[in-house]
């Protein structure tokens, strides 16, 4: 199979914080068993395992540990997980490794191990202190906010590569200039906003943190003007969605599943060894077996699976003879609404007004960089 993608949930749904949008305590609630405990070393045997003979003898494996909070499962565990993988993996495969934290239990030994195994660290950080312990609060409702920023400086002083998350949310989505500042004044680092997810099973923009098509618009274009005079300044900042648009204008692959119109990109593999087609639907429903009773390549191959994808290759219908669909391919099926031919994306709107205000200066970016 070559290259395989493996979205890891090592301590399941469970997680310290109590983050009021978080849409994976949306999703597990919605399951017949909300919790699937502790990942084994067992079962990361077996995955590891049923991943290299997938891959090849001359492929990869990227592994990236998700929740809840994957530090949940305890350093041992990653420790042991890393020493299973040297026992197992031929010299030809290669092996990448990240994680996206919320920080909280960060420390000296948490950050070597992050050092020493080349592990990219995505830190939870919604913009500014103010907006990110509205909703970012712990079990005793207390921010987070300065919690997460000592374990971003406790990574950047031993090197590690870290990228940072910000979800968007209505209120977040006031205040783009604002939040791109504070950020960047956290130092160097990538960046990833992604819209904040209302309840699976709810209405759309119902919720105190809920985004909507038309806020989302402006965040994306306040957010652009403030990228768009750092690059002209020679200052170019890594922005996920931004990067996706330059990297599809200039000919080349981009490196989200939203932004390449299709799903099947990895496989989430849940704490009890449990597969998934996707992150944003690991329900019952979607359920394609169990690592301990299936390959990897069955899981892949599974009807299940091939629905999925099949389902998610069934762009919108707005999406016909739109001007913007080369650079959106219709977003993720995530943000679609309705059913058949009703379907649309409930961001349609942001994206479309959004490309219509950048694209010449994207296409300019775009064109700066092939020419380097």
């Not at 639907?281 to 299936?294: K, P």
Request: hydrophobic share 40%.
């Amino acid at each position: 199979m070559g290259n395989l993608t493996f979205l890891v949930k090592p301590a399941s749904s469970l997680c310290g914080m109590r983050c009021r949008y978080c849409f994976y305590e949306d999703i597990s609630a919605l399951r017949s068993v909300k919790s699937m405990g502790v990942m084994s070393l067992e079962t990361a045997h077996r995955l590891l395992e049923s991943g290299i003979q997938a891959a090849g003898p001359h492929g990869s494996l990227q592994i990236t540990f998700q929740g809840g909070e994957p530090t949940l499962a305890g350093l041992d565990f990653f420790q042991s997980f890393i020493a299973l993988e040297r026992e197992l993996c031929p010299s030809t495969i290669q092996i990448s490794h990240s994680i996206q934290t919320n920080g909280m239990a960060l420390d000296g030994d948490w950050v070597r191990f992050f050092q020493e195994n080349r592990f990219l660290v995505g830190l939870s950080l919604d913009g500014s202190r103010e907006i990110h312990d509205r909703f970012r609060v712990d079990a005793q409702g207390r921010g987070s906010w300065d919690r997460a920023t000592r374990s971003l400086a406790l990574l950047d002083k031993a090197g590690v590569e870290t990228n940072l998350l910000c979800v968007i949310t209505g209120p977040l989505a006031r205040s783009a200039q604002k939040v791109y500042h504070s950020l960047n004044k956290l130092g160097s680092h990538a960046l990833q906003f992604i819209p904040c997810l209302d309840p699976l099973e709810g209405e759309r923009g119902c919720m105190p943190w809920s985004l909507t098509p038309q806020r989302y618009s402006q965040f994306l274009r306040d957010l652009f003007d403030c990228w768009y005079l750092d690059l002209q300044r020679g200052h170019y900042v890594s922005i996920r969605l931004f990067d996706d648009y330059l990297r599809i204008l200039a000919g080349m692959p981009p490196s989200t599943c939203a932004s390449s119109g299709a799903c099947g990109s990895y496989l989430v593999v849940e704490g009890d060894g449990g597969l998934y087609p996707c992150d944003f639907f690991v329900l019952d429903q979607w359920y394609l077996g169990n690592i301990h009773q299936m390959s990897v390549e069955e899981a892949v191959q599974s009807p299940r699976a091939l629905a999925f994808l099949d389902e998610g290759r069934r762009r919108p219908r707005d999406c016909l003879g739109c001007p913007h669909l080369s650079l959106c391919r219709g977003g993720c099926p995530r943000d679609w609404t309705g059913l058949g031919l009703d379907r649309a994306n409930y961001y349609c709107p942001a994206f479309h007004a959004f490309l219509d205000y950048a694209l010449p200066r994207l296409r300019q970016a775009a064109g700066a960089i092939l020419s380097k």
